[in-house]
């Protein structure tokens, strides 16, 4: 069964340096998305991407955030200058023209 | 705006039946789902209501009321591997599809 990837499982950081999380969405998947779930609280939503453009974000996903599908099957999100606050489970998420959306396994990211 | 509660935890006797209680306010409705997530893990998805009722799944049942903005998930014959997170979520209003999700319950089955 297909299911989405994403990589590294695991990222440690030092504050203001910039990471890419990398994910590969379920081939014929259309709509893409990353959340986030901070240790201990519930998942949140950071952008949506569709047709090669975001079509919606959240207030969490500020100009230290990006998003790229570089080469129609990777999706990445980029932190430009990662903040301790940044520490988090990052997941990666895909979905065809029906509604319901699969989860990659996540990027647990740690900000020293 | 949209606003989701669910009970923090609950605890559950293996080989019981459990039932997690969800309520929701949103300006616009297209659907509910419910994900099952274990410590560490993505939520991995078990059910999506869309119109009043119940549905059932093996041993698990999601129910809807529009009317009500509430909705249930029914677990029969409880395993201790069913000791999760249980999330509820709804689709935000704007076409981009995002989910918005409550905080979660998180189920413990005991033997």
């Known amino acids: 069964e297909p299911e989405v990837t994403q990589t590294p499982s695991h990222q440690v950081t030092q504050m203001g340096q910039e990471v890419i999380l990398r994910c590969v969405p379920i081939?014929?998947?259309?709509?893409f998305y990353w959340y986030r779930q901070i240790l201990g609280q519930k998942v949140e939503f950071l952008v949506s991407?569709?047709?090669?453009?975001?079509?919606?974000k959240s207030e969490i996903f500020d100009d230290q955030f990006s998003v790229e599908r570089p080469d129609g099957s990777n999706f990445t999100l980029k932190i430009r200058s990662t903040k301790l606050e940044d520490s988090a489970m990052y997941f990666c998420?895909?979905?065809?023209?029906?509604?319901?959306?699969?989860f990659g396994p996540g990027t647990r990211l740690l900000v020293l | 705006g949209q606003n989701i509660d669910q009970p923090t935890e609950m605890t559950a006797t293996e080989g019981a039946i459990v039932q997690i209680n969800c309520t929701y306010q949103?300006?616009?409705?297209?659907?509910l789902f419910w994900y099952q997530q274990h410590a560490g893990e993505a939520p991995t998805f078990l059910s999506y209501?869309?119109?009043?009722g119940l549905e059932e799944k093996g041993r698990f049942s999601s129910f809807l009321s529009r009317s009500k903005g509430y909705s249930y998930l029914l677990l029969k014959e409880l395993q201790m591997k069913d000791s999760a997170s249980y999330l509820c979520?709804?689709?935000?209003?704007?076409?981009?599809?995002?989910?918005?999700f409550g905080q979660g319950t998180e189920l413990s089955v005991k033997p």
């Open positions: 081939s014929n998947h259309l709509y």
């Open positions: 209501n869309v119109l009043d």
């Open positions: 949103t300006s616009g409705f297209n659907g």
């Open positions: 998420a895909s979905r065809r023209t029906e509604e319901t959306q699969y």
């Open positions: 979520a709804v689709p935000g209003v704007n076409q981009g599809g995002k989910l918005i």
């Open positions: 991407f569709y047709n090669n453009e975001i079509s919606e």
